[in-house]
């Protein structure tokens, strides 16, 4: 089981930017595509972009393209989820989770390790 532990939430301005980080501890995930998702408060958990294995292949949700980058450090084993242009609408908790090979990466039930979050709030 791969444990994974988000962190580099917090308040910001709309406009701002943050970095969130996403830890893995325990068994080797080589071979793993990395997601995050996010859920504001009454709403579904919704993809919001995710990073292959070897890091050539990033997709994004249409709400945060072009602002939001993935990378990965296979060496530290930690995903990284860059955030700019912030809005009000990104706020909520945001979760890494870890996807074994096939399938595509939009789908939360293809993921089977998760993080507990971490609270992003965007400020108008």
């Known amino acids: 089981q791969v444990q994974l532990v988000e962190s580099g939430g917090g308040l910001v301005q709309a406009g701002g930017s943050l970095r969130l980080s996403c830890a893995a501890s325990?068994?080797?995930?080589?071979?793993?595509?990395m997601g995050w998702f996010r859920q504001a408060p009454g709403k579904e958990r919704e993809f919001v972009g995710a990073i292959s294995w070897t890091g050539g292949i990033t997709d994004y949700s249409d709400s945060v393209k072009g602002r939001f980058t993935i990378s990965r450090d296979k060496g530290k084993n930690t995903v990284y989820l860059q955030m700019n242009s912030l809005k009000p609408e990104d706020t909520g908790v945001y979760y890494c989770?870890?996807?074994?090979?096939?399938?595509?990466?939009?789908?939360?039930?293809?993921?089977?390790?998760w993080g507990p979050g971490t609270q992003v709030t965007v400020s108008s």
């Open positions: 325990g068994r080797t995930f080589s071979g793993y595509a």
């Open positions: 989770a870890a996807k074994p090979p096939g399938g595509n990466f939009y789908n939360a039930a293809g993921y089977y390790s």
